[in-house]
Nanobody, 118 residues
Framework: VRLIEAGGGYVQPGGSLKLSCEGS????????MAWARQAPGNELQWVSG????????RDDDSVKGRFTTSRDNSVNMLYLQMNNLKPEDTAMYYC????????????RGRGTQVTVSS
């Protein structure tokens, strides 16, 4: 399993970033996927997920209305559009197979850092 995230960076509060994740080594198009994040000193937190078949999305209350997850199964890509970013969104963001990637690092990528600061 390979999950490679990209798109993180440094942004001011209120700014936007779009993360991407390329998956390989498993049946991506038939697998529920999600984004999770981990801030220093905190546990890994599930942020937003998307179903394999219906494309339905679910978001944690902390990001609802600001983050949008999408996927393109034709190219095995997962995306996270993040708008109106806040300092509390600062974390390492991981692309995960949902839900096993939350507890087993084999099913998640190495992460991409997002820092929100003025």
């Amino acid at each position: 399993v390979r999950l490679i995230e990209a798109g993180g960076g440094y942004v001011q509060p209120g700014g936007s970033l779009k993360l991407s994740c390329e998956g390989s080594g498993f049946d991506f198009s038939h697998t529920d996927m999600a984004w999770a994040r981990q801030a220093p000193g905190n546990e890994l937190q599930w942020v937003s997920g998307i179903g394999a078949y219906d494309g339905n999305t679910r978001d944690d209350d902390s990001v609802k209305g600001r983050f949008t997850t999408s996927r393109d199964n034709s190219v095995n890509m997962l995306y996270l559009q993040m708008n109106n970013l806040k300092p509390e969104d600062t974390a390492m963001y991981y692309c995960v197979v949902d839900p096993r990637g939350l507890t087993n690092p084999y099913w998640r990528g190495r992460g991409t850092q997002v820092t929100v600061s003025s």
